[in-house]
Every structure is written in structure tokens, then in C-alpha cells.
């Protein structure tokens, strides 16, 4: 097993910036890459950005963040960072991160293994 445990979630105006953290108590050897999702209330888990493990050479994110968020791996330390600027109430939501296999991509929640509990992120306008 795996135990993902998210920080850094808050309220904020929007414009501003938050800086969330992922821990993972360890790694698997079909960690691929690891990923951070959102949920909105009553709206599906939507993929935001990923980055490549253990290199961090690979990242890729969300069309509707793209810009404005920077994914980040500290692979000895087993965190995955997703720092957030230029916030807007629509990137409101419970955002979540998760360790994927080879085939797991943004778009789908398949091939993602691990979560974490989310932390929650309102941006107000």
C-alpha cells in the first residue's frame, strides 16, 4: 500500500496563489508518474497535471491551467508539488493527488493507483 497525504489547500482571492504538497510514504515499482486531479461539487474528477517518476522529465497539464500552474517531482524527498498562480473561482474544488502506472494520463482517472484524501482549494472573486 501506498498513503498519499495532500497539504497546502486554502481559500484565497482570486489572482493569488497556493502551493500544495503530496507525500507518498513510499514507491512502487510501477510508479510511472504521479499526478494531481480536482473535483468541483457535482462535476467529474478532472485531470490537472502530471509529471514523469522517478525523472520528472515529462509534464503535462490541463489545457485550462496550462500557464498558470507548475507541476514539480522531489523524488527523494516522495513529493509531488503543484504550485498554482493566477487563481480563478473556477479552479475551485477538492484537489487530489495520485501515483499512476505506464498508461495513466490526465484525461482519465484509469491506470491511477494511489490517492490521497484532497485538500480543498476556494477561490474567491
Same mark, same amino acid.
Given at each position: 500500500? *501506498?498513503?498519499? +497525504?495532500? /497539504?497546502? $489547500? !486554502?481559500? =484565497?482571492?482570486?489572482?493569488?496563489?497556493?502551493?500544495?504538497?503530496?507525500?507518498?510514504?513510499?514507491?512502487?515499482?510501477?510508479?510511472?508518474?504521479?499526478?494531481?486531479?480536482?473535483?468541483?461539487?457535482?462535476?467529474?474528477?478532472?485531470? *490537472?497535471?502530471? +509529471?514523469? /517518476?522517478? $525523472? !520528472?522529465? =515529462?509534464?503535462?497539464?490541463?489545457?485550462?491551467?496550462?500557464?498558470?500552474?507548475?507541476?514539480?517531482?522531489?523524488?527523494?524527498?516522495?513529493?509531488?508539488?503543484?504550485?498554482?498562480?493566477?487563481?480563478?473561482?473556477?479552479?475551485?474544488?477538492?484537489?487530489?493527488?495520485?501515483?499512476?502506472? !505506464?498508461?495513466?494520463?490526465?484525461?482519465?482517472?484509469?491506470?491511477?493507483?494511489?490517492?490521497?484524501?484532497?485538500?480543498?482549494?476556494?477561490?474567491?472573486?
Amino acid at each position: 500500500q *501506498v498513503q498519499l +497525504v495532500e /497539504s497546502g $489547500g !486554502g481559500s =484565497v482571492q482570486a489572482g493569488g496563489s497556493l502551493r500544495l504538497s503530496c507525500a507518498a510514504s513510499r514507491y512502487t515499482t510501477d510508479t510511472k508518474t504521479m499526478g494531481w486531479f480536482r473535483q468541483a461539487p457535482g462535476k467529474e474528477r478532472e485531470g *490537472v497535471a502530471r +509529471v514523469s /517518476s522517478p $525523472g !520528472g522529465g =515529462v509534464k503535462v497539464y490541463a489545457d485550462s491551467v496550462k500557464g498558470r500552474f507548475t507541476i514539480s517531482l522531489d523524488y527523494a524527498k516522495n513529493t509531488v508539488y503543484l504550485q498554482m498562480t493566477s487563481l480563478k473561482p473556477e479552479d475551485s474544488g477538492i484537489y487530489y493527488c495520485a501515483t499512476g502506472t !505506464g498508461g495513466a494520463r490526465i484525461a482519465s482517472t484509469q491506470n491511477w493507483d494511489y490517492w490521497g484524501q484532497g485538500t480543498q482549494v476556494t477561490v474567491s472573486s
